[in-house]
């Protein structure tokens, strides 16, 4: 289980020379123009080419390990992070924080610390969080 995921995509970017020249270890890759799902080779293309690096496996219900992971992957990583600012291509560089809904609170909120958001403006990544119904 990944709940913290950098997802970094375009129409125009090239990113088996992202990877390449940052040598980042994505743990998707996909190219514009391929089938979204392999298992429907005829069904709907990929708009944009991308990748998907893991930055935590804490739980959904662990945001607080999440954003501690988060923190630590940019610090180590930042040489390699630091491409997004420079690649031509890059619509999008998004931390999306994966996080369980919980139905018994009635105002949901979550705090990022100006660290994490000072080191994802620097490399120029964009913060979400995903919300996921609890399953049974």
């Known amino acids: 289980m990944m709940s ?45 080419s991308g990748c998907h690096i893991k930055v935590s496996d804490a739980e959904f219900t662990e945001f607080n390990k999440q954003v501690a992971d988060a923190i630590k992957y940019l610090q180590e990583h930042w040489e390699e992070l630091h491409h997004i600012n420079i690649t031509q291509g890059i619509d999008y560089a998004t931390l999306d924080f994966g996080v369980r809904y919980d139905p018994d609170k009635f105002v949901q909120s979550k705090y990022f610390p100006k660290e994490l958001v000072k080191l994802s403006s620097e490399l120029g990544i964009d913060i979400e969080i995903s919300i996921y119904q609890p399953s049974e």
Do not use: M, W
């Open 4 to 48: 913290c995921i950098l997802r970094i995509s375009g129409e125009d970017f090239d990113v088996d020379d992202f990877i390449f020249q940052s040598k980042v270890s994505p743990f998707t890759i996909y190219h514009k123009g391929s089938p979204k799902f392999k298992t429907k080779p005829d069904g709907k293309k990929n708009k944009n």
